[in-house]
C-alpha cells in the first residue's frame, strides 16, 4: 500500500483545503481498492483554524513518516513570509521527501512552501492569481501560469486556488485510482470534472510590485486611455526612452510587454462592462479601444478563456 501526507502546516491556515483532500481521497480509496494510507502529519500536535474555532490534530508528526508517495500541501494564510518561517522544518521535509521519490502537490498558496524548497525553480507553477505576484517578486525562477488551474511536470503538481483545489484533487484521483474513479468523486462530490483554467476568474489589478517608476508612469499612462489604441513607439518616445530599453523594462518590471499589459488592461476594463450592464458586444468593444470585432474577440479570448458573450451569459444573468 502507498502512503499519502496530507501536510497540516504551522500558522492560521486554509482548513478546507485540508479536510476536502482527506474526505475526496478517503472516499476514493474506499470505491475500489484503498491504494493509500491516508495521515495528516505535521509539526504541531494541534493547528488552529478561525481564531481557535477549529482545531485539526494530526495522525503523526512528519518525524515518523519516513517515506510517503504523496505529499498534499494545503494553501496558506496570505503573510507568506511569516508562513514560511513558522514551517521551515517542514520545508525541508518536503524537500528531503521530494528527493527520495515522493511526489508533491501544492493547493493554491501552498506553492509558497514548494518555492521555499527550491522544488519550483525552472518549473511552471499555478497559484491563486491575487498571490501570483508575490511569489514572482520573491521566487523570480519560477515560471508562473495563472491562467492554468493545474500544472504537472516532474511529480510536482500545482493548483490554482480557492476551491479549485478540489479539481486538483480530482486530477490526483484519475492519475492514480483511474478515470472511472475519478467520475464517481465528481458525482458523488459534484465538482465539474476536467476544467483546465481558471483566466476567467482573474481579476486583473495592474502589476505594480516592482520599483521603476518610468515603467509605473507608463502604466498609468495606459490604464488612464481605455478607449485609445496606444503605440508603444510613441509612448516610449514621450518617456524619453528607446523602445527597445522601454520594452526590456516593461517586462522586467511587469512581466508582460507594454502591448500585452495594455491588452490586460482592456479587457479588466471590458470584464468589468459585461458584467454590470446591458451594453453589446460592440458598445463595450469600442468603449475599451477596439474598432476591430475580430480581433478584440480573440484578445477577450485569449485573457479569459470564453468569448466575449459567453462572458456575458455567465456572469450577467440580466444580459443573458
Known amino acids: 500500500m502507498k502512503h499519502l501526507t496530507i ?9 478546507s483545503s485540508i479536510v476536502g483532500a482527506y474526505k475526496i481521497l478517503s472516499r476514493a480509496n474506499g470505491y475500489r481498492k484503498e491504494l493509500f494510507k491516508i495521515e495528516l502529519a505535521g509539526i504541531a500536535e494541534e493547528v488552529s483554524f478561525h481564531g481557535g474555532l477549529f482545531t485539526a490534530k494530526p495522525h503523526k508528526n512528519i518525524s515518523e513518516i519516513k517515506h510517503s508517495d504523496l505529499i ?6 496570505h503573510n507568506y513570509h511569516q508562513s514560511t518561517a513558522d514551517n521551515a522544518e517542514l520545508i525541508d521535509w518536503i524537500g528531503w521527501q521530494y ?6 502537490a501544492s493547493i493554491c ?3 509558497y512552501l514548494l518555492a521555499a524548497a527550491g522544488l519550483l525553480d525552472g518549473k511552471s507553477c499555478s497559484t491563486h492569481w491575487s498571490a501570483a505576484d508575490e511569489l514572482k517578486q520573491l521566487y523570480p525562477k519560477v515560471n508562473i501560469k495563472t491562467d492554468l488551474l493545474i500544472t504537472d511536470e516532474n511529480g510536482i503538481y500545482t493548483n490554482g486556488g480557492a476551491y479549485s483545489f478540489l479539481n486538483l484533487i480530482l486530477y490526483l484521483v484519475e492519475k492514480y485510482y483511474g478515470r472511472e474513479t475519478a467520475i464517481f468523486c465528481a458525482k458523488v462530490f459534484q465538482i465539474e470534472i476536467d476544467r483546465h483554467s481558471q483566466a476567467d476568474f482573474i481579476i486583473f489589478k495592474g502589476q505594480r510590485m516592482h520599483n521603476d517608476d518610468l515603467v509605473k508612469k507608463a502604466q498609468d499612462y495606459i490604464e488612464s486611455r481605455l478607449d485609445e489604441k496606444i503605440a508603444t513607439e510613441h509612448l516610449a518616445a514621450s518617456l524619453a526612452i528607446g523602445r527597445r530599453n ?3 523594462r516593461f517586462i522586467k518590471a511587469t512581466g508582460n510587454t507594454p502591448t500585452e499589459y495594455a491588452q490586460r488592461v482592456k479587457i479588466e476594463a471590458a470584464k468589468r462592462s459585461f458584467e454590470s450592464s446591458r451594453k453589446s458586444i460592440s458598445e463595450v468593444m469600442y468603449e475599451v479601444g477596439y474598432a476591430d470585432q475580430k480581433a478584440f474577440r480573440e484578445v477577450f479570448r485569449r485573457v479569459t ?3 466575449p458573450l459567453e462572458y456575458r451569459n455567465r456572469y450577467n444573468k440580466d444580459a443573458a
Open 99 to 104: 528527493r527520495q521519490g515522493a511526489e508533491v
Open 246 to 248: 522601454f520594452d526590456r
Open 305 to 307: 478563456g470564453l468569448s
Open 72 to 77: 498534499i500541501v494545503p494553501s496558506l494564510n
Open 7 to 15: 501536510l497540516v502546516p504551522n500558522g492560521e491556515n486554509n482548513l
Open 109 to 111: 498558496t501552498g506553492a
